[in-house]
């Protein structure tokens, strides 16, 4: 069965600061692995999304994310925050051929003036 | 194009009632899902339609159902509602292919949820 962890469940940023957020998954093959982001009393919405091919990927509003087998992370980054972008942050990841996915807990990213 | 739609946005239950929430995926979209989501538990996968048919389903019980239109049009059904069930529902559609097929990318596109509160 897959999983995935968040370790984090809150995390404070300054404004301006740089961001790491972690995810670690659980799962037998090469998953496919993504970041969504949810703003107060809405759906998800896709940051990014990891298939195959360069492990290093980029996503929408300046995110990245860098896939590491080794360590079954996928790690979302971005190298300068807004406030705009304070929300709950989730990672995902399914099975390759299937739309199914299992997501963390999520991380509640908040950012300080 | 026109993103996924779910209705109602909100709704107030009581206990034993049932409920019936409705999702309208993407134009050209075969595959609908639906996750439950709560402070709790987070988002639990529900289950997954393609082409009317349940293709796959999560662990929870009978009185959670679904049903998909020739439309892609998909609802979902609880019945005999306990406080338990109170969270938000999530629709996401896909393009839908075969499982299994490496066309699948897995993507989902999530609407807004349906707010579910049971009394």
């Known amino acids: 069965a897959q999983s995935v962890t968040q370790p984090d469940i809150h995390i404070t940023v300054s404004e301006g600061a740089s961001l790491e957020l972690r995810c670690n998954y659980s799962y037998g093959a090469t998953p496919y692995l993504f970041w969504y982001v949810q703003s107060p009393g809405q759906g998800l919405q896709l940051l990014l999304k990891?298939?195959?091919?360069?492990?290093l990927v980029q996503g929408i509003k300046g995110f990245e994310a860098e896939f590491k087998r080794s360590q079954s992370s996928f790690n979302l980054r971005k190298p300068s925050v807004h406030w705009s972008v304070a929300a709950e942050y989730f990672c995902a990841v399914g099975a390759r051929g299937y739309s199914t996915l299992t997501f963390g807990k999520g991380t509640m990213l908040l950012v300080s003036p | 194009k026109a993103g996924v739609t779910q209705t109602p946005r909100y709704l107030i239950k009581t206990r034993g009632q049932q409920v019936t929430l409705s999702c309208s995926p993407i134009s050209g979209h075969r595959s609908v899902s639906w996750y439950q989501q709560t402070p709790g538990q987070g988002l639990q996968f529900l289950f997954e339609y393609f082409s009317e048919t349940q293709r796959n389903k999560g662990n929870f019980p009978g009185r959670f159902s679904g049903r998909q239109f020739s439309n892609s049009r998909s609802e979902m059904n609880v019945s005999t509602l306990e406080l338990g069930d109170s969270a938000l529902y999530l629709c996401a559609s896909s393009s839908g292919v075969a499982d299994g097929s490496l066309a699948n990318t897995g993507e989902l596109f999530f609407g807004e949820g349906s707010r579910l509160t049971v009394l």
């Open positions: 990891y298939f195959s091919g360069d492990t």
